[in-house]
């Protein structure tokens, strides 16, 4: 790499991923026994999620880099809490498996389709079209909610298993943020199925157009 050219490693943002990484890798080693270090941890880690959106804009150093690692921090954060739930809520282990299966594979493939159809022409399923898919992907502060709701929803669960928290008028703080949590977590996972089939749809329409053109050519 010679003098001259940007290093992207040590963009502002970037540097702040590397921070999130760290901090949640230190929440995975402390969820099983200290849960005051691990939901500090985890939920700075999550925090900090908004910053180096903000840093990207501000400096002018957004990335593919930097937003690979963002996504990549996200889904291993999640995963890595939803798999720690499973293990200390056995009786739940299925829905709580089947859950990190779906965040994984749907984003996954619709990230790797969205990169396929970059290098196409033809046309494909846009699911923007849909105004309340429309509201989701061009409103921040709707995408914000569903996301935070969504973490919300499993680190409550990991600290009701602790402890109850503190008590506003009778009621569970811990307990309160799961049930209200719980309605976003479940419209989160139906628009990651959503994002699946609709890639699924994209690739099979890649899949039929690289299969016209390769019978044209052999005939």
Not at 59 to 76: H, I, P, S, V
Request: aromatic fraction near 12%.
């Amino acid at each position: 790499m010679s003098e001259t050219e940007e290093n992207i490693f040590i963009f502002v943002p970037n540097i702040i991923g590397y921070a999130r990484i760290i901090l949640a890798v230190i929440a995975f080693y402390f969820m099983p026994t200290n849960h005051i270090i691990a939901s500090t941890c985890y939920i700075v880690s999550a925090l900090l999620d908004a910053f180096d959106g903000h840093a990207a804009r501000y400096f002018n150093q957004g990335t593919k880099f930097g937003a690979m690692l963002d996504q990549l921090t996200d889904r291993c954060g999640t995963m890595g809490l939803v798999a720690v739930l499973a293990h200390l809520y056995p009786k739940y282990m299925f829905p709580l498996l089947l859950s990190m299966c779906i965040d994984i594979a749907c984003h996954w493939i619709y990230l790797h389709s969205s990169i396929l159809q970059g290098k196409q022409s033809h046309k494909f399923i846009d699911m923007s079209e849909n105004p309340i898919m429309n509201i989701y992907y061009t409103n921040r502060q709707v995408l914000f909610i569903m996301c935070a709701g969504n973490e919300a929803f499993f680190a409550a669960l990991y600290l009701l298993y602790f402890t109850e928290g503190p008590i506003i008028i009778g009621l569970s703080l811990f307990r309160v943020i799961l049930y209200l949590s719980a309605p976003i977590m479940i419209g989160k996972t139906f628009i990651s199925l959503l994002h699946c089939v609709v890639a699924s749809k994209n690739l099979a329409i890649i899949d039929i157009n690289e299969r016209k053109a390769l019978a044209k050519k052999s005939e």
